[in-house]
């Protein structure tokens, strides 16, 4: 996530890892119930969620008991400290109420944020007298007080400045808070917290968040989110901490609008995963197996019945795919191309049933290549990565599988040089073909998502398999915007392109709807030679999608083509698109029932991207054959 500073961790004790209610959706019990369920060890109260609850602070108390969690932390106290009088002395007696607040929740430790009043005086000898009178008022009942640097606070907004005016304020009862949001976001450098004595290191909080250009007042409130999911440096800045020797609990803190509209127990998992990454990334990967190297996707597998299968089948065939096997105890089907693999499951009984009958005929499932498979499960399992087994027949291979967010099926396939394959194992195989080839393999994967679901499949796919986040994209779609990021493996052999609108018109949008949730969209084919794939597929009467002649037009202005060239591009309906490492060159075909669609693609000499600049001409070209798209609008 980060350049790896040199510090030295002083602990290899996992933290206790918490979350702040205000990250989950729902009612407190049902925000509690949440955290919970995917073993969270507490959790800190806001005071928000406690003023709406229905019963008094000892009741959440023994709910957190009864569900086996910690009130780690009560917050947040604001408008303290450097008030002049008489707001100073109501100050005072407003934290003695909340002291007893805290002590009916179980709790010894406040959160007091740095003031932001207008009235506040800019005064640091008066703001640590004022902490250390709270301190000595909450020693006197066995509690503390920690001081924490709001980003956007006018007088002390750095982590730096807060520790000073601890420092100053010497009360034992009183420690610093720091926030990797509140730090981050300003540009300010954590490094320093690795000096802070432990013991006074009170509290850490994570967030991580997207680089806007805006306020950042309004970047907190709405577009934190988790560690792993954004742009800020928190592998750096949980490094500092660590470097400290703390050993407190380490805690989310993150308002996020998708994240509170969102399912309080799938935010929850996601939370939790974040925090077992960053503390490991952190650590140099200690706690976690260490990343699989990746070596491309085995196959896809879709989801058909008797009466889509043959359809599938036919469309497949049109592409240059051939009957390769079939499975020796289901109905499954192997069709290959070159080194593209694909499977048609249509066994009753199955995932891939359960996956038809949700979501029609559609990809169910994919194969990664991994140098080890049993380490990529077990890094999966210690991520919070359910398992999957489906039942096997005698003498088949038993292929480890995760769940994706979405419900898609992973499977975790290890090559042993030497050794047969699980092709060999479950399938009955068919004489190879001696006709030519034309697809290298699988080049990308893109998934459609729903609006608010891109961070979790961001998290997911970096933490488990390593992949590494490009930055995101905005396309024109005729219907509204799509937001589009992919991931790739350090050798780039595995890419993942994610998709969303909140448009319900959009493409992207459309899929969702008829698919009945997130889902493979389409996929990209890797041929040595589009040109002469494109030949093939015209030879096959495949309907490919048309371009409009503008297109070429512009093309033909802005990349400065030769006639031949844009003739050839033109005449086989492909899409250009260069960048500084080289070229690329891709085709699309007309969707299968409106689900997914594949695309061919041609690399050259290192071009990394994904056609981005051609993805409005593509979505336009498709609205046109679909013109039932507007009813949604």
């Not at 106290?77 to 909340?98: G, H, I, S, V």
């Not at 969209?521 to 096959?540: F, G, K």
Request: one cysteine or more.
């Amino acid at each position: 996530m980060s350049e790896v500073k040199p510090f030295t961790i002083k602990s290899s004790v996992p933290l206790r890892k918490c979350i702040a209610t205000v990250a989950l959706s729902g009612s407190l019990r049902d925000k509690l119930e949440a955290c919970a369920s995917v073993s969270f060890d507490g959790v800190e109260i806001m005071e928000g969620d406690l003023l709406t609850f229905e019963g008094s602070p000892a009741d959440v108390r023994k709910i957190c008991d009864d569900l086996g969690l910690t009130i780690e932390i009560f917050q947040p106290f604001r408008d303290f400290e450097a008030m002049p009088d008489p707001q100073r002395t109501r100050n005072l007696d407003r934290a003695e109420r909340k002291f007893d607040v805290m002590q009916a929740l179980g709790t010894d430790l406040v959160l007091v944020c740095s003031n932001t009043h207008a009235a506040t005086m800019d005064d640091d000898s008066r703001a640590a007298a004022d902490l250390a009178e709270m301190a000595e008022r909450a020693a006197r009942r066995g509690l503390r007080v920690g001081y924490e640097a709001l980003s956007w606070a006018p007088h002390v907004n750095r982590w730096g400045h807060a520790w000073r005016i601890v420092q100053q304020a010497a009360h034992p009862a009183l420690g610093l808070i720091v926030d990797s949001f509140h730090t981050l976001s300003l540009g300010d450098d954590p490094t320093g917290i690795a000096q802070v004595p432990a013991e006074k290191l009170f509290f850490v909080q994570m967030a991580d968040a997207p680089k806007l250009s805006m306020d950042v007042l309004s970047w907190s409130r709405h577009f934190r989110n988790f560690p792993g999911q954004g742009d800020l440096d928190v592998t750096g800045f949980m490094r500092a901490v660590l470097a400290s020797g703390y050993a407190g609990p380490l805690s989310l803190e993150v308002f996020n609008d998708d994240f509170r509209a969102a399912p309080g127990r799938f935010v929850a998992r996601d939370g939790l995963r974040s925090l077992i990454l960053i503390e490991a990334d952190a650590s140099d990967g200690a706690g976690l197996p260490a990343v699989p190297v990746l070596d491309g996707i085995e196959f896809l597998e879709f989801a058909v019945d008797e009466a889509t299968g043959p359809e599938l089948v036919n469309h497949l065939q049109m592409l240059g795919f051939r009957h390769a096997g079939r499975h020796r105890s289901k109905a499954v089907d192997l069709y290959r191309n070159g080194g593209v693999n694909l499977v048609l499951n249509a066994e009753q009984d199955s995932a891939a049933s359960e996956h038809f009958h949700l979501h029609g005929p559609s990809v169910c499932a994919m194969a990664i290549r991994v140098d080890d498979a049993a380490r990529a499960q077990a890094r999966a399992r210690a991520l919070l990565c359910p398992d999957w087994q489906e039942p096997i027949g005698t003498g088949e291979r038993r292929i480890p599988a995760v769940r994706a967010p979405d419900g898609t099926l992973l499977y975790l396939v290890q090559r042993e040089h030497g050794k047969r394959s699980f092709w060999e194992d479950d399938f009955d195989l068919l004489p190879e073909s001696d006709e030519a080839t034309s697809l290298l393999g699988i080049d990308h994967v893109v998934l459609a998502l729903p609006a608010g679901r891109m961070a979790s499949h961001v998290l997911f796919w970096r933490a488990l398999f390593g992949l590494i986040p490009q930055p995101q994209l905005d396309t024109a779609d005729p219907y509204g915007l799509v937001h589009s990021r992919a991931l790739v493996s350090a050798n780039g052999k595995v890419r993942i392109v994610l998709n969303a609108s909140e448009g319900r018109g959009t493409l992207t949008g459309r899929f969702v709807s008829v698919y009945a949730g997130a889902g493979v969209h389409h996929v990209a084919l890797a041929t040595p030679d589009i040109v002469r794939m494109a030949q093939d597929l015209e030879i096959r009467h495949v309907p490919l999608l048309p371009m409009p002649s503008n297109y070429y037009d512009d093309l033909a202005a802005r990349w400065a083509l030769d006639d031949p060239t844009l003739h050839e591009l033109q005449e086989h309906g492909l899409l250009y698109d260069r960048d500084d490492n080289g070229e690329f060159r891709h085709l699309y075909t007309e969707s299968f029932h409106d689900r997914f669609f594949f695309e061919a693609v041609q690399r050259q000499a290192g071009y990394s991207g994904f056609g981005a600049a051609n993805a409005s001409v593509r979505t336009a070209a498709q609205a046109r054959q679909s013109p039932g798209a507007t009813y949604m609008l």
